[in-house]
Each structure stands twice: as C-alpha cells, then as structure tokens.
C-alpha cells in the first residue's frame, strides 16, 4: 500500500470538535492531515473578527489544534494543510511559527495568498470584469453596497508547490475545499497540470472528505444504519496514483462508511455532474462506488475535464440591519392572532412600507386538542432589514415587548430583545483567471503559481455518455413516506439550495426518474413552488439533484428563513407521503 497517499480531514467547519485533529494523528496511518474552515458564512464571520482587532481574521481554533498535534505529526513525518488562513494567512503562519518555536520544535510553515480581490475590485472592474451576481444576474455596481470581501477560490498547485519545498504545514486563505486534498496529491504523485483524470479522482475524494464526519454516518438520512456515533470516526481518502481512491476512518472508532454515506456526500451542495474546479472539471456521472470491505468504499473511474478560463469568487457586501423575535402563539385562533399582533406592530412602528424588505412566517408546530403546554404552541416568526440601523435596531424590539400585556391572549416569546445588527449579502460571480495567481510564501521565497487555464494547455473535455435507466417497478401502489424509500442531503449554495436525492436499488431508481420531476418537487413542497429548480440526473448513483434557485434570498447570513442554510430540505422532502409501488416497499 505504499502507492497511496491517506489524506485524513479532521475539520468540517468552523466550530467542529477539536479532538478531531489528535484523533487522526494516533489512530493509525495518515500522510496528510487538512482540515476545512470556510464557509460562505464563515468568511463574513472572520471580516466581523478582523474588523476587532487587524490582526485577526483566520480560525484561531486551528492553533488549538496545531499546538496539540504539531509535535506528534513531525515525528510522524504528517504534513499539515488546512484554509484556516481564511482572510489573513500571513498572520495565522507567523502565529503558527512563534507557537511551534515556543514548543522547541523546528518545523517549516508556508502559507498561500493571491485570494484577495478586496484592494483590487475597481481596477478589475475598470478592466471589464463586471462580477454580474450568478444567481440573479446583476450587475456588481447596479448596486451602492460596500464590498466586506472578495475571495477567489483557489486550487491546489500553491499547496502542491509549498509542499515541493518541503513545507511541513501550509496555510491556505479561500482555496476550494476539495484543494486541500488535490493540492497533496498532485505532490505525492507528480501529476501534470494536464493529467486531468487522476485530478478529477482527487477533487472528488476532497470533495467527500471536505466535511468531516458528515461522511462517517452524521447527518444521514438512514442514521438507523450507523452502528454507533460515539467517538464517531473521521474520514481519510487514500488515493491512488491513477485517481481512484478508497473512502475509510481509523478502526474502533464510531460512525459508518459505506456507500450510502459517500454517495450522500458526493451530492452534498453540488449543482450540475460536472463539478467546476479552477484546476479541472470532474464528471461525477461517470465514477462508480464499491463497498470493498467493512467502512471501506472505493471510488473509481472519474473522468475530467479543462479548467474553465474563470474562477469564482466569493464576495460578501454590506446589506444592512436586521432585526426580529418569534412570537409564540398558544392554543386556538393561532392565525388570527397572528394577523393581530403584527398588524398592531407595525402600525406602531410606522407600517411595513418603510423597511427594504419585511418576512412573516406562521409555523404551525401546534396540535388539536393538545397533551402538554407545549403541544399547543405555533409561532409567528418575523424578521424586518433597514439600511437604517435605527429602524431594525433596539426600537423595533421594544416595541414588540410593548404588546406584551396589550394584545394577543397567551403572548410569550422565544428569545430575548436584542439590538439587532447589521448582515452581509452573499454575491457569488466569476473573474477571468488571467488576473488571478497564487503566491506561496516558503523560505523566505514568493513563488509564483499561475491558474492551469493561463498555460495554454490543450483543452481536454470529456464527452458524457448515456446511461440506460432501468424501468420503474409495474403493480399495485401504497402511500409511503418519501423517506422510507429514498435518501436525500441537502445544503446551501450561496442563495440557491442544493437537494440531492438517491435510491438503494435499480428497480427504486427506474421509479425515482420517472416520479420526481422538478414541477412534482415542486407539489410536494409547496413553500419552494415559487422558484426556479434545475434537476441534473446522475444514473451512475442512483441519484438525481436539484437545485433551488432564490430560495434562500441572499445567503445564509441575510436570509430569513428559519433554516438559512437548507440543512434540513432533504429530511422535509422525506416525510412527505407518496404513491409508490408496493414492490419497492417489500
């Protein structure tokens, strides 16, 4: 097994168990250890910590963890690749070194820039870039926000160069998650910029792995399976020198690989088969998964493409103030209560029409004839956005507190008064990659590390094949929840939702292709009818994927629905009842 390299992830995101790292570093063999921080979200986030104290900006966790496993993973000889660089990797690496230096030990750090656009954006814009919003289609400057940040997701030649240097740790900034494992493997193996399948095994493997435990059993839809999820495993890809790769965890450890696990994470917030990445394009509809042995999946046969002359960049502007409560509503009456109370509140405030944007939601959680207290609550959630910090600020709390003894009988609320405060858009869009390169800073060197598409390679694509879908099952029907058939994961894209869907057998698929189109998606949840949803089929998974354009406005961090960030769609869509064949249910 000395033609592979293990890559062990030990982060998912920021927040994620810090034990993870130590974890990986004893349980067994690992060459690499990555750990993934960023998110969409988590960007905004450092900009808020920065915006403190200059010096900030990255995931300071992550020095926890360094300062747990640095000394353990030099005499292992384990090389340290993680994003937690975030918006200052230069101040992570020279924290990182005064750290490893007070523990005695000698360790090389490089850390990665070129991410930033933020000092760049109107002489980009000046040169033509137009960083029209992805979803909406917008001009950048048909809108007067600031811009926070603006990050292009880089790939993974910087960490392959930092690592040809001999760096035993390199801080990343905005990479793609799945960098942080192609970026090693194109290292351990020497792989050309051009050896576009092997790359595309590698981003799919980065892909699965990016996060964490959400491969191991958490967060899947047929959690019944998993045999435990105390002391739950994390996951390490050991990848081939051709691409492929096996998907596994440290033994006597919690959690569950196989290949439900992998397929849910290879469907987690992707949109079309082809998976856009600045150093390839993989083709998720042509890999095959095999179980090969207990928590043991193998993942082969993907094909890849040229790297688009774009990358994307992620860039978060000023979208103002926000501010809401919810409102518990108990026992009778709940949606004339509802229509009450709110109309009482913003005729005290001075009425709907003088806010950017006001959301109401009833969420009848109550029951008929209620056991508890509790079985007789609904709720009024309600959430107002001002440019203005004083009309979404503490005024607008108190004056819901003011109805309190003066309106709806039984008002009580969930979650104290607060001053509100100001949130990011989330304004996704491209820039050609000529403006784009990476500086990897190692030995006191600036390497230079130019995006594959500005080479002038030959464009390489793949040309897709179809695949035959078996027939759905013929025969009686019975109404069954969704849930009980297929499995889903669902997730954020910026402000689209993601909602991959698959079957556990071929007779399942041949119906879930024929059934669940985009306008039944669209009957079965109401609540997304309103917007435009894409479905792209994967056969080669049993799977299909949509995409839910708009429905979470914009972002996770200006949206205001409860769930912001879509984690909970797939299990929504799995407890809606079905006709389907009594067949499958056998």
Request: hydrophobic share 40%; net charge negative.
């Amino acid at each position: 097994m000395s033609d592979i390299i293990r890559i062990a992830n030990c982060s998912g995101f920021y927040g994620d168990k810090l034990s993870a790292a130590r974890q990986m570093a004893e349980g067994g063999p690992i060459d690499i250890l990555t750990g993934d921080y960023l998110a969409e979200l988590t960007m905004s986030i450092l900009y808020g910590q920065r915006m403190k104290d200059a010096e900030k900006g990255y995931v300071g966790t992550f020095l926890k963890q360094l300062q747990d496993v640095a000394s353990l993973c030099l005499e292992k000889k384990i090389k340290i690749v993680s994003n937690a660089g975030g918006l200052n990797p230069k101040g992570m690496a020279e924290a990182a070194k005064a750290m490893i230096a007070e523990m005695g030990l000698r360790a090389k750090v490089a850390y990665i820039e070129g991410d930033d656009l933020t000092p760049r954006m109107t002489a980009l814009t000046k040169a033509g870039e137009s960083f029209q919003h992805l979803e909406n289609g917008r001009a950048f400057a048909s809108s007067d926000m600031p811009t926070l940040t603006a990050n292009v997701y880089l790939g993974g030649w910087g960490i392959k160069e930092a690592l040809d240097q001999g760096a035993d740790i390199v801080i990343c900034p905005r990479v793609t998650d799945a960098a942080l494992a192609i970026g090693p493997a194109a290292w351990r193996f020497q792989w050309k910029r051009d050896d576009y399948d092997k790359l595309a095994g590698a981003l799919a493997a980065g892909h699965i792995i990016e996060c964490g435990a959400q491969t191991t059993g958490g967060n899947y839809a047929f959690f019944q399976e998993v045999p435990t999820f105390k002391n739950i495993g994390y996951p390490i890809a050991e990848i081939e020198e051709d691409g492929s790769f096996t998907i596994t965890k440290h033994p006597h450890t919690g959690g569950l690989v196989s290949k439900g696990t992998v397929t849910a994470q290879l469907l987690y917030e992707i949109a079309a088969p082809a998976y856009v990445n600045p150093d390839v394009v993989a083709h998720f509809d042509t890999l095959a998964i095999e179980e090969t042995g207990q928590d043991r999946v193998r993942v082969s046969g993907c094909r890849g493409s040229s790297p688009p002359k774009t990358h994307k960049v992620c860039i978060n502007r000023q979208g103002g103030f926000k501010n809401g409560m919810e409102i518990l509503l108990a026992g009778l009456d709940v949606e004339e209560k509802a229509k009450l109370f709110a109309d009482t509140l913003f005729d005290s405030v001075g009425g709907r029409e003088q806010f950017d944007e006001v959301a109401e939601q009833i969420v009848r959680s109550d029951k008929e004839d209620p056991k508890t207290n509790e079985e007789a609550f609904g709720s009024l959630r309600i959430q107002v956005k001002s440019k203005d910090p004083k009309k979404a600020g503490r005024l607008f709390s108190a004056k819901i507190i003011e109805l309190a003894l003066a309106n709806i009988p039984g008002f009580t609320a969930r979650g104290g008064a607060g001053a509100g405060g100001a949130f990011a858009v989330h304004w996704p869009a491209l820039v050609k990659s000529e403006h784009i390169a990476e500086h990897v800073h190692v030995n006191g060197q600036d390497i230079k590390v130019k995006p594959t598409s500005e080479l002038g390679l030959e464009e390489i694509h793949y040309q897709r094949i179809p695949h035959e879908i078996p027939p759905s099952p013929k025969g009686e029907t019975a109404r069954v929840p969704f849930g009980r058939l297929f499995g889903t994961r669902s997730g954020d894209k910026g402000g689209a939702a993601n909602l991959g869907v698959w079957a556990k057998s071929d007779p399942a698929y041949g119906f879930l292709h024929a059934f669940l189109t985009a306008e039944k998606l669209k009957i079965l949840l109401p609540d997304a009818a309103a917007f435009r949803i894409e479905r792209f089929d994967l056969p080669n998974l049993r799977a299909l994927n949509f995409v839910i354009h708009g429905i979470l406005g914009d972002g996770a961090a200006a949206s205001t629905r409860l769930d912001g960030q879509a984690k909970s769609l797939g299990e929504y869509l799995r407890a809606k009842y079905i006709e389907a064949p009594k067949a499958l249910m056998e």
